[in-house]
């Protein structure tokens, strides 16, 4: 049983290897006690709270001997006496504010919940608990969500707040989840960045200024990652505490984290309330997204597989959860706008014969778009630039062997575009001021149905009219001018939480309605890439910058949360059109392997040298795919510290360890290179293995202890895989 419940008063959820502990006060008080590696049976009541402690400026319930700002509680609302980081702030009809939330009633479901219109892990396997709280003088029920997956050691939250009163209210901040740890001093890891630079690690000590994390951009956005890791002080890969947050969300959030006045470290993450402000009318729920976190005594190695394993198991879902993934070559470094149907199908005849299995048309192919400034929202096809229709463009390509894949931007518009004409209102746009311009276009309201059905229907009728396997789901810009001219003035700061379910609801019709099609999440690189795109596209373009060398750091970031399987990961031409730097074609391919692996050039300005390497890439990336895909996966060498080793390096290892894959990839050359050990991780220790079929065997331990020496690399940038097999 991994929900176990004592007597309506204490809580406790087990995974495998981790306890998460709550329990009800006498006053009704739904009080956190612990989350942390697994402990056996007990009442852990007594961490909540610090023993006899009364501290002058606290507040007490009357006659109560505990405060609310020294107690860890499950729900912390603001403006109650609890002066820390809050995740509730709401208005009553009335103009009050505040809610003293009291234990209510408990039910434990069957299989894990799921939020009503939103994305949230799924699976039969999982267990619910539900804990009813009620606020103490309002009919307002705050209905606490508990989803536990006891073999990733995943545990995940949402709150439902249910307004019964007769009358609306307001919330001005629903954060998902408050966690408290005792004691202790922590780390942050989160994950920063900017467009051509996304999910950089940054590791920050949580002292008792607040550390935030968050997007006021209504996604989830390149800047920063709804995703942090908190951590021992001292945890490595290998040892020590950590606890991963993840958001399900795409759109606006934060997450913060300060040591209080006590030394206790409190966690708060959910939507941002910054523009936020949301209207619950009588016998109405507001969902939050959910979080999802998983706790590790080993680091973050063991922290980071189990993210994998639930992400590849319990979030993504349709076909291409499981499905091998087509060889993808994307036209966009290799033509930007400038291609004609001759053009395209040239490069898939020359694609397809290296073994490339889908060919992806990526934006320019619509409206009159020969450029960023027009058309965005026009999503039929311009047939003079495709020299016919997209059947015909399609059944070309097809008959070259591959499938065809399409470029879509749904949620923007163009004022340059026939759309625009007939609906100048479907942007967002105050009224009286000029909207702001980012990529020359603006942002659709998605918030309102009328517009998702136009764009809708307009996209189902391109996807009916060939045979088109793949979507990619672009979206270049942020919100700015947020109203909307379909809500009141009293609703308008609910637009931006409105925007991503309406987003959400356009992907689930869309992905529902074409179960056969691989959606690929983006945005001007890896703008969304979050849990949130990850339940409706199984993959997300992890960035625009396909340097190989910057890709060490930002695959690195990424995979922190996010597997191998998710990360949308293309071989380029060199010098690379971001940052000119050159580098071998096999470091370029090494590298994609490490994700979903394709092309993004000119096929047909290759040499058949760079040609037959594509080849062989090809073919190698296809044998290893499983092992890739679905191996527990080890950052061994970081990318941050090339003073350390001259590699950077990470390893894939088969769930039952009888094979590895590691991948080097060397710095700049240096003239006193000096030969280098390399431990791996994750094999059987007392079993014997080979590297690259090689005569010499090694002990599993001896390679994980003492590790092998690697190939001596002269050329900068050098790569090589290592091939570990059992002797
Ligand atoms: C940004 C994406 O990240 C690129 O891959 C490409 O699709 C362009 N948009 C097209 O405008």
Redesign the pocket.
């Known amino acids: 049983m991994a929900i176990i419940v004592n007597k309506e008063k204490i809580f406790t959820l087990n995974t495998q290897n981790t306890t998460y502990q709550m329990y009800v006060n006498e006053d009704g008080v739904l009080f956190h006690s612990y989350y942390g590696a697994r402990v056996g049976e007990c009442d852990l009541s007594y961490a909540s709270h610090k023993p006899n402690w009364n501290a002058a400026f606290s507040s007490n319930p009357r006659g109560k001997g505990y405060s609310h700002n020294h107690t860890s509680e499950e729900l912390s609302v603001f403006g109650v006496g609890d002066f820390r980081l809050s995740a509730l702030a709401l208005v009553n009809h009335d103009g009050t504010t505040g809610a003293e939330p009291v234990y209510h009633s408990y039910k434990i479901l069957k299989g894990k919940y799921q939020i009503k219109g939103m994305p949230a892990f799924y699976g039969d396997e999982g267990e619910t608990l539900v804990i009813t709280l009620k606020d103490k003088a309002y009919d307002i029920y705050f209905h606490m969500y508990y989803g536990v997956f006891e073999e990733n050691d995943l545990i995940t939250r949402a709150l439902v707040i249910e307004n019964k009163t007769n009358s609306e209210i307001k919330l001005n901040k629903a954060l998902s989840v408050t966690l408290d740890l005792q004691g202790g001093t922590y780390d942050m890891l989160h994950f920063y960045g900017a467009h051509m630079r996304e999910r950089l690690l940054e590791r920050t000590r949580i002292t008792h200024l607040t550390s935030t994390v968050s997007s006021v951009r209504g996604a989830s956005s390149h800047t920063q990652n709804p995703f942090v890791i908190v951590c021992d002080k001292s945890a490595t890969e290998e040892f020590g505490s950590a606890y991963g947050i993840g958001l399900v969300y795409s759109g606006n959030f934060v997450i913060c984290a300060e040591k209080d006045q006590h030394e206790t470290t409190r966690v708060v993450a959910g939507i941002n309330p910054e523009g936020f402000e949301y209207t619950v009318a009588p016998n109405e729920t507001f969902e939050t997204p959910e979080v999802a976190m998983v706790y590790s005594n080993e680091g973050f190695a063991k922290l980071s597989n189990n993210y994998h394993k639930a992400i590849r198991n319990n979030l993504c879902r349709g076909k291409y959860k499981n499905a091998r993934r087509p060889v993808l070559i ?1 036209n ?1 470094e290799g033509t930007y706008f400038d291609f004609n149907a001759d053009k395209l199908v040239a490069m898939a005849k020359d694609a397809g014969k290296l073994g490339v299995e889908l060919f992806v048309m ?2 320019g192919w619509f409206g009159h778009r020969d450029d ?1 400034r027009s058309s965005l929202g026009d999503w039929f096809v311009n047939e003079e630039k495709l020299q016919g229709s997209l059947d015909n463009l399609v059944k070309r390509i097809n008959a070259e062997g591959l499938q065809f894949g399409i ?1 879509f ?1 749904p949620e923007c518009i163009s004022e340059d575009s026939e759309l625009f004409k007939a609906h100048p209102d479907y942007r967002l746009a105050i009224p009286n001021r000029d909207p702001q311009l980012s990529r020359h276009q603006f942002v659709l309201d998605m918030t309102r149905k009328e517009v998702r059905d136009n764009i809708y229907d307009q996209m189902v009728e391109v996807l009916n009219s060939a045979n088109i396997t793949y979507v ?1 789901w ?1 979206f ?1 810009r942020h919100l700015t001018d947020i109203y909307s001219a379909a809500l009141p003035k009293e609703r308008q700061g609910e637009i931006y939480h409105r925007y991503m379910l309406g987003v959400y609801e356009l992907l689930e019709r869309l992905t529902s309605n074409f179960p056969n099609i691989l959606f690929e999440s ?4 890896g703008g969304r890439f979050d849990l949130g795109m990850l339940y409706y596209m199984p993959q997300a ?1 992890t960035s ?1 910058n396909t340097d190989a060398i910057d890709r060490l750091k930002i695959q690195y970031g990424t995979s922190f949360a996010y597997p191998v399987r998710a990360m949308g990961a293309h071989v380029s031409v060199c010098p690379n059109h971001g940052n000119a730097r050159v580098t071998p074609l096999n470091t370029r391919g090494n590298v994609a392997y490490f994700g979903t692996y394709g092309l993004e050039l000119d096929i047909t300005k290759m040499t058949d040298e760079e040609k037959a390497e594509i080849k062989r890439q090809i073919a190698e990336f296809k044998e290893y795919y499983d092992l890739i895909q679905y191996g527990d996966y080890y950052r061994l060498l970081s990318p941050y510290t090339p003073d350390e080793s001259r590699y950077c390096a990470w390893e894939v290892v088969s769930e039952d360890k009888s094979e590895a894959l590691v991948c080097t990839v060397a710095y700049d050359s240096k003239c006193t290179v000096q030969p280098e050990l390399l431990k791996v991780k994750g094999l059987d220790q007392n079993k014997m293995y080979r590297i690259n079929g090689s005569e010499e065997t090694y002990l599993g331990s001896a390679l994980m202890n003492i590790g092998f020496w690697l190939e001596y690399d002269h050329l900068s940038y050098a790569s090589r895989l290592y091939h570990i097999t059992l002797a």
């Open positions: 994307n966009w990526d934006d960023d470029w931007e990619k672009d270049n983006c945005s001007g690189g373009w625009d």
